[in-house]
């Protein structure tokens, strides 16, 4: 039986601000600590993606994984640029006019895999609405490209909701990716405040037509939780996106990128996430990734062999080597 959420925001006491209102927590919990990022793996990963001219959400969105993620060699990067057309109040990627569409980013995207001998790739992208099917064919492109240099490597995309379009589903799905990604992210009652752009409704179609149009394709969906939410919400979010038929869910805590951006409005303690993994295996997720730091890609591959992807895993780069050692992870990414 799920429990309450813990209230960890205080009521504000100064004069100068309206008492009995709940502020956010003035600073976030121990188990919400990480590293600064650093390393050799770390730094060689960042000059290979700047001499490709390649984009990492895992910089433009501030993701707190960098450092671990990089220092084994996975990485998630962003296609499309690196300027939002939409301006989501949780996101730290920056918003305006995009640069003009890049039709040999695939290319550079599949020689930075090729290089590094990946077996798992992840792809995401900033929403381009100012493209006429939100650049699906550059998704479609980036599979296509891996696929010929590399058939053995599978490929997630994490794509935009490209404004409900299923043309520009259909020429994702026809590019055959093995798992199709796309967050929810929050309850449909913050979507105005939070994700001005989306709608509740169209990401659940989104999934549902994804499956319907490549049976066998894996699906995923993810929510960053504490941005105002109630607990039976999110139990909410999580049947509706069972109805769509997903298979892999993701569940992390929302961080407040800066002071401009949305407020924290409550923390989720790691019980709550263990709580509620397990009631996403109750729901019938194949897999439920749900911790504190828990973000779309983070340890993609695992979420990816827990549901049912074709390869075996490889060993992660950074824990050993030498003969026989299989090929490190790249998520490409939200």
């Known amino acids: 039986m799920a429990v309450p959420l813990v209230q960890l925001t205080r009521l504000v006491s100064s004069a100068s601000e309206r008492p009995g209102v709940a502020a956010p927590p003035a600073r976030k919990p ?14 060689h990963l ?19 994984n960098v450092g671990e993620c990089w220092e084994h060699q996975a990485a998630t990067f962003m296609i499309l640029g690196d300027v939002c057309t939409r301006n989501c109040t949780y996101c ?4 305006g006019t995009p640069t003009a569409f890049d039709s040999l980013e695939p290319l550079r995207l599949a020689e930075a895999v090729a290089r ?35 058939p053995d490597t599978s490929v997630e995309v994490l794509i ?4 409900g379009s299923e043309t520009a ?4 799905m026809d590019a055959r990716p093995d798992i199709l990604n796309h967050n929810l992210e929050t309850a449909e009652r913050l979507y105005r405040l939070a994700r001005p752009g989306g709608r509740y409704d169209r990401a659940l179609r989104l999934l549902a037509n994804a499956r319907r149009m490549v049976p066998d394709a894996l699906t995923k969906s993810g929510m960053i939780l504490g941005m ?14 069972r109805r769509s038929d997903v298979n892999i869910l993701t569940l992390g805590q929302y961080l407040r990128p800066s002071g401009s951006h949305m407020p924290v409005a409550r923390y989720y303690t790691p019980d709550e996430f263990a709580e509620l993994k397990a009631v996403g295996h109750g729901l019938g997720f194949s897999h439920v990734e749900a911790s504190p730091l828990t973000r779309s890609s983070y340890h993609a591959w695992e979420q990816a062999r827990a549901a049912g992807s ?12 030498g003969e026989g050692a299989e090929a490190p992870v790249l998520e490409v990414s939200p």
């Open 160 to 163: 935009p909701d490209f404004k």
């Open 228 to 241: 105002g939410e109630e607990w039976d919400e999110v139990l909410g979010c999580m049947r509706d996106l």
């Open 46 to 64: 960042k000059t290979l993606m700047r001499e490709l001219n390649l984009h990492t959400v895992c910089e433009e969105a501030r993701c707190p």
């Open 92 to 95: 730290a990627v920056a918003h």
């Open 310 to 321: 074709r390869p075996e895993p490889p060993t992660r780069a950074g824990r050993g080597g």
């Open 169 to 172: 589903l259909q020429i994702v």
């Open 30 to 43: 121990s188990w919400l600590k990480v590293k600064a990022p650093g390393g050799p793996n770390y730094a």
């Open 116 to 150: 590094m001998g990946l077996q798992h790739v992840v792809i995401t992208s900033v929403d381009r609405d100012d493209l006429p099917n939100g650049g699906a064919e550059a998704f479609a492109g980036c599979v296509i490209e891996i696929r010929r240099r590399l």
